[in-house]
């Protein structure tokens, strides 16, 4: 089982991210944000989930994050990691398990472009 009380942190680096503005952004935050109670936090452009990540950290008084992004697939993602973490793991392990038993860059090349080409296909027939 995974705890749920493990703080997260970004796991999909981003173009555009807003990690070089967590500072300047957070400042911005009216100065007695922290007392705030049951604050629900809006994230329109999730993107590598940077900011929502620092602020859940920072800010315990964040009770809920709603998150959006144009990007279909990254929303997908985000919901398989919330709704289904339990069965995430162990394929993500497998994979990983696959990719680590080869022997050479050519075939840890040809998994990834062959993963990859299975992923954009799969995406091209919606």
Request: net charge positive.
């Given at each position: 089982m995974i705890s749920k009380s493990l703080k997260a942190k970004p796991f999909i680096k981003w173009v555009g991210g807003k990690t070089e503005l967590i500072d300047q952004i957070d400042k911005q935050l009216p100065i007695d944000f922290d007392n705030w109670e049951n604050v629900t936090y809006i994230e329109p452009f999730i993107g590598g989930g940077a900011m929502l990540f620092?602020?859940?950290r920072q800010h315990p008084n964040i009770k809920r994050a709603v998150i959006n992004d144009i990007n279909s697939d990254?929303?997908?993602?985000?919901?398989t990691v919330r709704d289904n973490v339990e069965q995430l793991i162990p394929a993500l392990r497998e994979i990983q398990g696959q990719y680590y038993s080869l022997r050479n860059m050519a075939a840890k090349r040809e998994m990834f472009m062959a993963v990859r080409q299975r992923y954009n296909e799969k995406n091209l027939t919606r």
């Amino acid at each position: 089982m995974i705890s749920k009380s493990l703080k997260a942190k970004p796991f999909i680096k981003w173009v555009g991210g807003k990690t070089e503005l967590i500072d300047q952004i957070d400042k911005q935050l009216p100065i007695d944000f922290d007392n705030w109670e049951n604050v629900t936090y809006i994230e329109p452009f999730i993107g590598g989930g940077a900011m929502l990540f620092y602020m859940l950290r920072q800010h315990p008084n964040i009770k809920r994050a709603v998150i959006n992004d144009i990007n279909s697939d990254l929303i997908t993602c985000y919901k398989t990691v919330r709704d289904n973490v339990e069965q995430l793991i162990p394929a993500l392990r497998e994979i990983q398990g696959q990719y680590y038993s080869l022997r050479n860059m050519a075939a840890k090349r040809e998994m990834f472009m062959a993963v990859r080409q299975r992923y954009n296909e799969k995406n091209l027939t919606r």
